[in-house]
């Protein structure tokens, strides 16, 4: 699959806010740094910083590893065929990678590991499929509070994250220079705006990435008052917003 790179400033932004380290260790991303996609590509998952984390190869090497490595086949299971050997040394450096983490990153891993709707076959399809509006309205919402729990989960492990740009910077310095992590003082004031802002952060902080999400799963979609507009049918039509702020029962009473 052909993609564009990142932009250089959501790179320079993810290793800001993650203090240019690694998400999962110490290794400092300056040295070397994968971007990894917490919903994946393949899962229409959108090149939003909310969707992006930073991570070591090693680390990086590890989460493919568990997530996409296959089984081999039950005819070598249990031999010495070299197949075998290098699918068993693998899975075994894998988990043993995942063992050495703590329990709060052990939670994180399970989530960026748990099965995840393949966009790419049967959920386009049905998204597809003008003659049933309300169905897709639902599945539509269901991928809305998964992505939201995903990333929820994800992001408040780096609550610095829900900051575009950082808050405080010295007069005349590029804001997303990263050798201001190491100054104490503007430091310690980045930290208090995050600490005295976390309770104003709410799901909303994730439409514009649901709305992507959505356009790849090839809703049609309009621009309203610099909103974007799902259309499901004549009469339906929401933004991401909406959509996420529907209970169960309005879903079902469409």
């Known amino acids: 699959m052909n993609r564009n790179p990142l932009p250089k400033k959501i790179r320079h932004f993810i290793r800001w806010a993650q203090r240019d380290k690694c998400f999962l260790c110490p290794f400092p991303l300056v040295l070397h740094s994968h971007v990894h996609?917490?919903?994946?590509?393949?899962?229409?998952?959108p090149d939003h910083y909310l969707n992006l984390?930073?991570?070591?190869?090693?680390?990086?090497?590890?989460?493919?590893?568990l997530k996409r490595t296959k089984s081999p086949s039950t005819s070598i299971i249990g031999t010495d065929h070299p197949n075998m050997k290098q699918w068993l040394y693998k899975n075994q450096a894998a988990?043993?990678?995942?063992?050495?983490l703590n329990a709060d990153l052990k939670k994180v891993m399970n989530q960026f590991l748990a099965p995840y709707w393949s966009s790419r076959d049967d959920l386009c399809k049905i998204f597809e499929r003008p003659d049933e509006p309300v169905v897709i309205v639902r599945l539509a919402r269901m991928v809305i509070d998964r992505d939201i729990e995903l990333m929820n989960g994800?992001?408040?492990?780096?609550?610095?994250?829900f900051f575009p740009e950082p808050?405080?910077?010295?007069p005349g310095c590029n804001p997303y220079d990263l050798s201001l992590t190491n100054d104490p003082d503007i430091q310690s004031r980045i930290d208090q705006v995050v600490?005295?802002?976390?309770?104003?952060?709410?799901?909303?902080?994730?439409?514009?990435?649901?709305?992507?999400?959505?356009?790849?799963?090839?809703?049609?979609?309009?621009?309203?008052?610099?909103?974007?507009i799902?259309?499901?049918?004549?009469e339906l039509n929401f933004s991401a917003a909406e959509l996420r702020e529907m209970s169960m029962d309005q879903l079902y009473s469409l």
């Not at 930073?54 to 989460?63: D, R, T, V």
């Not at 902080?205 to 610099?226: G, W």
């Open 37 to 45: 996609h917490i919903i994946t590509v393949k899962d229409c998952g």
């Open 53 to 65: 984390i930073g991570i070591c190869p090693n680390h990086h090497g590890m989460l493919e590893n």
């Open 167 to 170: 808050t405080i910077v010295k």
């Open 230 to 234: 799902f259309h499901f049918s004549n």
């Open 95 to 100: 988990h043993a990678e995942y063992e050495s």
């Open 195 to 228: 600490s005295a802002n976390l309770h104003n952060i709410g799901k909303e902080v994730y439409d514009i990435a649901i709305a992507e999400h959505l356009k790849k799963l090839k809703l049609p979609f309009s621009l309203k008052n610099d909103s974007i």
């Open 154 to 161: 994800i992001n408040s492990m780096r609550p610095r994250i």
